[in-house]
């Protein structure tokens, strides 16, 4: 079986970065009374706190962006070291913190408490690359401002009342996966690219298991050079099971200019990786686990 998309490599992700995030409730009034219709987010604002277990500067990165994300959503928000008075705290905990040379992977729990009590919670998965984990990295405002994007919208769930949409479980399950690098890709996209994989599957249900995988996903990017000053390229990824059956490829492609993918992947990563998800869950579809 094989899933194409044409012209559906996104080789670039416009990414505001975070910068310094507006405070816009830094001279409001505070909640000081005990009024229930205080208890809106909407109306007094959200305190974003950084996230614990998190280093620095990443833990405060998360939480700038994550704001400014919770901004664009219409709904008032403000990163700050505690809450000095808004209606509303978010508080974000990353759990089952597991290091490799290539790169970290997390579940973020972000939970919403007003002053009554809590609100919420939401469970996040994240793959993080090393680079933006260790202090210094260049990285960690995109990795940052990627993590909030995915958060935000299910975060707004909390914030109307309402738990997050889940994906409705099927009875029969998706199979384990392992995700080989990336052979023949330039820069760092052998690692980038399979850590931002690792994340977009992890959050459409599908389960990692480096030991003992009911399939692994292989890929390997081939380029061309065309006229222009142009490279053609291809990423093809093949799910092959336990028992050696191959079980089909997933191809993605498209024309860049020349030495665009030569350095640091950043953000394209993830564009990439979001673009072939949905043909990839397909194709591991195929061969679902029975209950």
């Given at each position: 079986?094989?899933?194409?998309?044409?012209?559906?490599?996104?080789?670039?992700?416009?990414?505001?970065?975070?910068?310094?995030?507006?405070?816009?409730?830094?001279?409001?009034?505070?909640?000081?009374?005990?009024?229930?219709?205080?208890?809106?987010?909407?109306?007094?604002?959200?305190?974003?706190?950084?996230?614990?277990?998190?280093?620095?500067?990443?833990?405060?990165?998360?939480?700038?962006?994550?704001?400014?994300?919770?901004?664009?959503?219409d709904i008032p928000a403000e990163a700050v070291d505690s809450n000095a008075g808004l209606g509303f705290t978010l508080t974000g905990d990353a759990q089952n913190v597991v290091t490799a040379p290539s790169g970290v992977t997390a579940t973020i729990v972000w939970s919403l408490r007003s002053r009554r009590g809590p609100s919420g919670e939401y469970r996040q998965n994240v793959a993080i690359p090393a680079n933006a984990w260790r202090e210094g990295a260049t990285s960690v405002e995109d990795v940052a401002t990627q993590l909030a994007g995915a958060a935000g919208v299910s975060i707004v769930a909390l914030v109307?009342?309402?738990?997050?949409?889940?994906?409705?479980?099927?009875?029969?399950?998706?199979?384990?996966?392992?995700?080989?690098?990336?052979?023949?890709?330039?820069?760092?996209?052998?690692?980038?690219?399979?850590?931002?994989?690792?994340?977009?599957?992890?959050?459409?249900?599908?389960?990692?298991?480096?030991?003992?995988?009911?399939?692994?996903?292989?890929?390997?990017?081939?380029?061309?050079?065309?006229?222009?000053?142009?490279?053609?390229?291809?990423?093809?990824?093949?799910?092959?099971?336990?028992?050696?059956?191959?079980?089909?490829?997933?191809?993605?492609?498209?024309?860049?200019?020349?030495?665009?993918?030569?350095?640091?992947?950043?953000?394209?990563?993830?564009?990439?990786?979001?673009?072939?998800?949905?043909?990839?869950?397909?194709?591991?579809?195929?061969?679902?686990?029975?209950?």
């Amino acid at each position: 079986m094989v899933f194409k998309k044409g012209a559906v490599l996104a080789l670039a992700l416009a990414l505001c970065a975070c910068g310094s995030v507006p405070q816009p409730f830094r001279d409001a009034p505070r909640a000081t009374t005990d009024n229930p219709l205080l208890d809106v987010p909407s109306a007094v604002g959200i305190a974003v706190l950084p996230v614990t277990h998190v280093p620095p500067p990443l833990n405060r990165e998360i939480s700038k962006a994550l704001a400014t994300r919770l901004q664009a959503l219409d709904i008032p928000a403000e990163a700050v070291d505690s809450n000095a008075g808004l209606g509303f705290t978010l508080t974000g905990d990353a759990q089952n913190v597991v290091t490799a040379p290539s790169g970290v992977t997390a579940t973020i729990v972000w939970s919403l408490r007003s002053r009554r009590g809590p609100s919420g919670e939401y469970r996040q998965n994240v793959a993080i690359p090393a680079n933006a984990w260790r202090e210094g990295a260049t990285s960690v405002e995109d990795v940052a401002t990627q993590l909030a994007g995915a958060a935000g919208v299910s975060i707004v769930a909390l914030v109307g009342g309402e738990a997050p949409v889940q994906v409705a479980v099927p009875r029969a399950r998706l199979p384990r996966i392992a995700i080989a690098p990336v052979e023949g890709a330039t820069g760092d996209g052998r690692e980038s690219l399979r850590l931002a994989l690792i994340q977009v599957m992890f959050e459409r249900g599908v389960a990692r298991d480096d030991s003992n995988p009911e399939v692994t996903l292989r890929a390997v990017m081939t380029s061309e050079p065309v006229p222009g000053d142009q490279l053609k390229v291809a990423i093809v990824w093949r799910a092959v099971g336990r028992d050696g059956k191959d079980l089909g490829t997933v191809r993605l492609d498209n024309t860049i200019p020349a030495g665009a993918l030569d350095g640091p992947w950043g953000p394209t990563a993830f564009a990439i990786a979001t673009a072939a998800a949905p043909d990839l869950v397909a194709l591991l579809g195929t061969a679902a686990v029975a209950p």
